[in-house]
């Protein structure tokens, strides 16, 4: 039972470690780095045309025109990279003190 708390807090800790990191890393890259977040922006809204855009029966594609904005495509962006920084950082400090 305690290993799967602990693996259960551990991915809880995680998520939640990668959700903060990912909106400090969206407000910074906005106050240090505008162009930059535009170009995102703009990417974001050429991603969302591309996913709307598909053609599907209204009956689905209505549910993507509701989830699907630049938004959260953006969010979600820098939250993977937020879980690969901590996946990295995590597996690389885990490896040096394992190797003692």
Request: proline share 2%; hydrophobic share 60%; glycine share 8%.
């Amino acid at each position: 039972m305690g290993l799967v708390f602990g693996r259960v807090t551990n991915a809880t800790f995680t998520i939640f470690l990668a959700f903060i990191l990912s909106y400090a890393m969206l407000i910074s890259l906005g106050l240090f780095a505008p162009d930059v977040l535009n170009a995102l922006v703009q990417w974001a809204k050429t991603v969302e045309t591309w996913i709307t855009g598909t053609g599907l029966p209204a009956r689905y594609n209505v549910w993507l025109d509701l989830f699907v904005e630049e938004g959260a495509i953006l969010l979600l962006f820098f939250t993977v990279l937020a879980r690969l920084i901590i996946a990295i950082i995590g597996s690389s400090f885990s490896s040096a003190i394992k190797s003692r």
